[in-house]
């Protein structure tokens, strides 16, 4: 949301947002969960998923992703297994292990405060059962959503998940646009220790990453303080809304905030169209990612629905499989 914006009005772009790049030949549109977090109307995953999926036609919707220790497995089982029923074909499921929010968030979900995420297989294996084929004697049945099969890609800013991924034959998706550091090592862990499943004979690698696609470096670069002054309220504890850009962080930044924003956007792909076709190629060479998703923060819409439109063509020129995210 900007500042002073309704959670309808943003919401209402995002709509816009998922029409257009459809349109464009776009293969996803994948929505996150935060909780409790000045400045994002994205908490109702499934909702959110299923107003994207009414107002559009052939472009998959879903998660990413749902913070799975947050809920309980048969009710993602049911909430998923309702939006497939709803729209065949079209709705993916995508997991994280992350709590969304701080401790007190935790606690108003719910959440055992002493949960580390260690749970998340088992919490994994319990949905995949209310999804998967029913077993004999089988007494908690996920209606609908049992014998789905509904796609499940398991997400992670760290090896962990891309582990559990590798292991289980599922596909895996990096969260590059925040946890950068991490994204080389984990993008080889899933690689190397890939076994193949029933979901999956090989493995299928996606990329969370900031872009911005401007007509000259400079206009990006100047979009692009948007997503920044994002990131240095978040370090704050500040509320995250969208903020016009400005000419120059340097006013508002500490040496050290600097550093720690930088270093969360450091996989971002910013500049003209020559600027960002050379940044996607190197990423998608480097870690030979099978999709990449688009993480595309502006303050105004209309540099929004441009930027996507020119990694269109510029993916359409690498043969690369581009995602759109609305968050």
Known sequence: MRAGESAGSAIARSVDLARHVEQLGYTRYWLAEHHSISGLACSATPVLIGHIASATKTIRVGSGGVMLPNHAPLVVAEQ?????????????????????????????????????????????????????????????????????????????????????????????????????????????????????????????LMIGVQVIAAETDAAARRLFTTPQQRFLRLIRNEPVELLPPVDSMEPLWQELERAAVENRLGAAIVGSDATVKAGLERLVSDTAADEVIVVTDTYEHADRLESYRRVAGIAEAIQMKPIAVGM
């Open 80 to 204: 998923f297994g309702t939006l497939e029923a709803l729209y065949p074909g079209r709705i993916d499921l995508g997991l994280g292990r992350a709590p969304g929010g701080d401790f007190a968030t935790m606690r108003a979900l719910r959440r055992d405060l002493r949960q580390s995420g260690d749970d998340f297989p088992a919490l994994l294996e319990e949905l995949r059962s209310y999804l998967g084929p029913e077993r004999p004697g089988q007494s908690v049945k996920a209606i609908p959503g049992q014998g789905s099969n509904l796609p499940i890609t398991l997400l992670g800013s760290s090896g962990f998940s891309a582990q559990l991924a590798a292991m289980l034959g599922l596909p895996f998706a990096f969260a590059a646009h925040f946890a950068p550091e991490y994204l080389y090592a984990a993008a080889r862990l899933y690689r190397e220790q890939f076994r193949p499943s029933e979901a999956l004979r090989s493995p299928h």
